[in-house]
Structures are given as structure tokens and as C-alpha cells.
């Protein structure tokens, strides 16, 4: 028996380890419900256009400014700590936008 430990000198493989595919799942877990919620987001700005359009296509160009952040995000952002981070932020960001400028919608349609 040698007193040398044995060193394992192949290449890693990183693409199939367990945590790059833990990885994956977690970009995906945050990109499907900030998709839905920046679609839905539109659908109801594209629903307003004939109500105020200024306001909806304001509230358009934000969302989809995002939601392409958030992709960005997905591609660049290394650290996951980070990436979760801004997905929280940039969500957020779409849904308080969205509820601000509908509600300013529907306070001005009132009041005309």
C-alpha cells in the first residue's frame, strides 16, 4: 500500500453535475410565474389602449423592459444568491408598475 494518495486527474464534468441542473431549475422556477405575470401585465395594458393610450403604452414598454431584464438576468448573473435577488426585485418592479398605472387609469377615467 502506498502512503500516496491517489489523485484523480480526469476532467470535471460541470455541464451534467447535479448543481448546474439545480441551477437550470432555478432560472426556470423564476422566469415561468415573472413571464405569466409580465403577459398578463400587457394583456390588460393592450385592453386599456382605447382608455388612455399614453398611460398604456407607458405601461407596456415597462413591463416588457422587465421581463427583458429578467432574461438578462437569466443569462449573465453567475451568483444565484444575486439572480434570485434581482428576479424579486424586477417582479416586483413589473407588478407595482402594472397596479400604479391601471390604477391612475381607472382614477382618470372616473374623474372624466
Given at each position: 500500500m502506498s502512503p500516496i494518495a491517489h489523485i484523480d486527474?480526469?476532467?470535471?464534468?460541470?455541464?451534467?453535475?447535479?448543481?448546474?441542473?439545480?441551477?437550470?431549475?432555478r432560472r426556470r422556477h423564476w422566469l415561468g410565474p415573472g413571464g405569466l405575470l409580465a403577459a398578463l401585465a400587457v394583456a390588460m395594458f393592450v385592453a386599456t389602449l382605447t382608455?388612455?393610450?399614453p398611460i398604456a403604452v407607458t405601461g407596456i414598454v415597462?413591463?416588457?423592459a422587465f421581463y427583458t431584464a429578467m432574461l438578462g438576468c437569466a443569462v449573465a448573473v453567475r451568483d444565484i444568491r444575486t439572480r434570485t435577488l434581482a428576479f424579486r426585485w424586477l417582479i416586483g418592479a413589473i407588478s407595482v408598475t402594472s397596479l400604479l398605472l391601471l390604477a391612475f387609469t381607472l382614477a382618470i377615467e372616473q374623474f372624466s
Amino acid at each position: 500500500m502506498s502512503p500516496i494518495a491517489h489523485i484523480d486527474v480526469r476532467p470535471a464534468q460541470s455541464d451534467a453535475s447535479p448543481a448546474a441542473v439545480l441551477d437550470e431549475r432555478r432560472r426556470r422556477h423564476w422566469l415561468g410565474p415573472g413571464g405569466l405575470l409580465a403577459a398578463l401585465a400587457v394583456a390588460m395594458f393592450v385592453a386599456t389602449l382605447t382608455l388612455n393610450p399614453p398611460i398604456a403604452v407607458t405601461g407596456i414598454v415597462l413591463v416588457v423592459a422587465f421581463y427583458t431584464a429578467m432574461l438578462g438576468c437569466a443569462v449573465a448573473v453567475r451568483d444565484i444568491r444575486t439572480r434570485t435577488l434581482a428576479f424579486r426585485w424586477l417582479i416586483g418592479a413589473i407588478s407595482v408598475t402594472s397596479l400604479l398605472l391601471l390604477a391612475f387609469t381607472l382614477a382618470i377615467e372616473q374623474f372624466s
